[in-house]
């Protein structure tokens, strides 16, 4: 059964607005947990997390600070456990958005990297910038903030 994924019916989810299930006024995991239900009622068996783990949200939660945990806006892994056990009783799979190219300036990783001896340096590719780094190193042009 190696082509598992092509028969799968997908629900994206991205936690911030799909329901608020605290009362906060912002989506979370305890709302997918009592959506779980529903989401079986509609014929779904995998769900798609966009990213829900710690971010500055500069980039709507792209820009992930901890790749080991779960925003406190949308619970913590306790949380995310029972809405995995949930999912995976109702045979509901789940995969999670994991964008290691889109790391917050706030992660570990991005924090240590001006260290040349730091192991995470070589995380990142870096270039000079032209004209004695007057100017960026490519013209490659970003959606959010200018250059990418």
Known sequence: MKDWYKEL????????SFCDGNGDGIGDLEGVLSKLDYL??????????????PSPNADYGYD????????????DL?????????????????????????????HKWFEELRDLSSPYHDYYFWRKGKRNG?????NWLSCFEGGA
């Open 9 to 16: 019916v997908v629900y994206q989810i991205w936690p911030r």
């Open 40 to 53: 079986s009622d509609l014929g779904i068996n995998c769900i798609w997390f966009s990213p829900l783990y």
């Open 64 to 75: 992930i600070a901890d790749y080991k945990d779960i925003s406190k806006d949308y619970g």
């Open 78 to 106: 306790d949380l995310f456990k029972k809405v995995l056990d949930g999912a995976h009783e109702r045979g509901i799979k789940v995969i999670m958005d994991l964008v290691i190219n889109h790391t917050s300036d706030e």
């Open 134 to 138: 007057k100017k960026p190193p490519n």
